[in-house]
């Protein structure tokens, strides 16, 4: 008896189930020792990945959002001013 393309669809997507709800024992026990180790390192790798004093010198910059106060304290101090702005307007941060 010759099997039909019905039954080797069930066949195929049965195995692919099993594959996805159970898999190896191995790969659970990995998955696990993963998540552990994240859960060790994750203060350490997150204070490695902040900028770190200095690093970032232009957010010291006190960056006025609007042109007329720039200015107005740019006069007062006897400094110059510098504008910068993109084809989409402000940049995104140190507004």
């Known amino acids: 008896?010759?099997?039909?393309?019905?039954?080797?669809?069930?066949f195929l997507?049965?195995?692919m189930a099993a594959a996805i709800f159970?898999?190896?024992r191995q790969a659970i026990a990995q998955?696990?020792?993963?998540?552990?180790?994240?859960?060790?390192?994750?203060?350490k790798l997150h204070q490695m990945i902040k900028p770190?004093?200095?690093e970032s010198r232009w957010?010291?910059?006190?960056?006025?959002?609007?042109v007329w106060e720039a200015r107005?304290?740019?006069?007062?101090?006897?400094?110059p001013l510098f504008?910068?702005?993109?084809s989409g307007g402000a940049p995104a941060a140190g507004c």
């Open 22 to 24: 159970f898999p190896p």
């Open 59 to 66: 957010m010291e910059i006190t960056w006025y959002p609007n």
């Open 13 to 15: 997507l049965a195995a």
């Open 31 to 43: 998955e696990k020792q993963a998540r552990e180790l994240a859960a060790a390192e994750f203060d």
């Open 72 to 79: 107005q304290k740019a006069a007062a101090e006897g400094k």
């Open 52 to 54: 770190q004093a200095g």
């Open 83 to 86: 504008l910068w702005a993109g």
């Open 1 to 10: 008896m010759r099997p039909t393309n019905s039954s080797k669809w069930t």
